[in-house]
């Protein structure tokens, strides 16, 4: 079992840069690739970022390629998500997840633990 939190969301300007953390509690985190997922009011869950057990490899959507930066800490059970200039459109509650493979895959569906969620909000 493991158990995610996330922290760092708020409210900014656009423009403004933002760090999402995402800590995981239980044994083996490094066993797991993480990803990041978003969800814009009337909008299904997307993903934004995923890295490997290694950090080694990351991938991004395409929206946020230049932008944002996926990374981890497996010492510290930890991912990141750091977000330079953000947009009203990057406004969603963000998510990160675990999925219990090497390497990060898109689906939602592929995951087997969520975090609770931290909103992001992006004023024009």
């Known amino acids: 079992q493991v158990q995610l939190v996330e922290s760092g969301g708020g409210l900014v300007q656009a423009g403004d840069s933002l760090r999402l953390s995402c800590t995981a509690s239980g044994r083996r985190f490094g066993n797991y690739a993480m990803g990041w997922f978003r969800q814009a009011p009337g909008k299904e869950r997307e993903f934004v970022a995923g890295?490997?057990?290694?950090?080694?490899?990351?991938y991004y959507q395409d929206s946020v390629k230049g932008r944002f930066t996926i990374s981890r800490d497996n010492a510290k059970n930890t991912v990141y998500l750091q977000m330079n200039s953000l947009k009203p459109e990057d406004t969603a509650v963000y998510y990160c997840a675990a999925d219990r493979t090497d390497e990060p895959r898109v689906g939602q569906d592929e995951y087997d633990y969520w975090g609770q969620g931290t909103q992001v909000t992006v004023s024009s």
């Open positions: 890295i490997n057990w290694s950090g080694a490899n990351t």
